[in-house]
């Protein structure tokens, strides 16, 4: 079982639409991670979250601790958006990875 | 501020050679992560450093592997003998504060390794 699940693995939407990324997780954390990697490879870390709400741009994170789930929320979706996001949480020495969602925008 | 700087950007080797990435982080940032991301295995943390001391090696696949960081700006990631299961692309990411409490990842572009 892994230890952070992602949903769902892969998603296409049309330009404009409200996207939503689903986390959920089975450890205890003190951090929360979302990363987005580009088709060209290169990774950037979006947030990191341990309560609550963040918003950058079109980009929205939210976290449940006693749920342990995050939601990534994209508004007003562009084909740039189009990437891998990968939801990661830290707890201590470890850190655990989800194996991503595949977004795809078209114009 | 030119992020964190990884090199080479790709490396192509043959197996049993000896194998350096290098990575120089965003200065100021006092953590320090190696990662390695195969279409296998997804993403994972090798090893991480903070204050320049290794913290957990405990990802680290194999004592084939090896990371140093001399100093608050240069860390190698080194595989010696290097094999063809290897191959992924490696990623170093520096962070102002350990513990994750608030502070995001900045990621360096990676390196592909190819181990034929």
């Known amino acids: 079982k892994n230890e952070v699940e992602q949903s769902p693995q892969n998603l296409t939407a049309q330009e404009g639409e409200f996207i939503t990324i689903n986390c959920s997780y089975s450890v205890g954390i003190s951090a929360l991670h979302w990363l987005q990697q580009h088709p060209g490879g290169g990774i950037v870390s979006l947030f990191m979250?341990?309560?609550g709400k963040k918003k950058h741009g079109r980009l929205i994170a939210t976290i449940n601790i006693q749920e342990k789930h995050s939601s990534l929320h994209i508004t007003a979706s562009h084909p740039r958006d189009s990437a891998v996001y990968i939801c990661?949480?830290?707890?201590?020495?470890?850190?655990?990875f989800g194996t991503g969602t595949s977004l795809t925008v078209i114009p | 501020d030119a992020g964190v700087i990884q090199s080479p950007r790709h490396e192509v080797t043959e197996m049993g050679q000896e194998v350096t990435l290098r990575c120089k982080p965003i200065?100021?940032?006092?953590?320090l992560f190696w990662y390695r991301q195969t279409m296998m295995r997804g993403l994972e943390l090798l090893i991480y450093f903070n204050n320049n001391v290794p913290i957990d090696d405990s990802g680290m696949p194999e004592d084939r592997f090896s990371a140093k960081m001399p100093n608050a700006s240069f860390s190698t990631l080194k595989i010696q003998p290097s094999e063809p299961r290897d191959s992924a692309v490696y990623f170093c990411?520096?962070?102002?504060?350990?513990?994750?409490?608030?502070?995001?990842?900045?990621f360096g572009s990676g390196t592909r390794l190819t181990v034929v």
């Open positions: 200065s100021g940032h006092n953590s």
């Open positions: 990661a949480v830290g707890f201590g020495n470890q850190f655990y």
């Open positions: 990411a520096s962070n102002s504060r350990w513990g994750g409490s608030g502070y995001g990842y900045t």
């Open positions: 979250l341990s309560s």
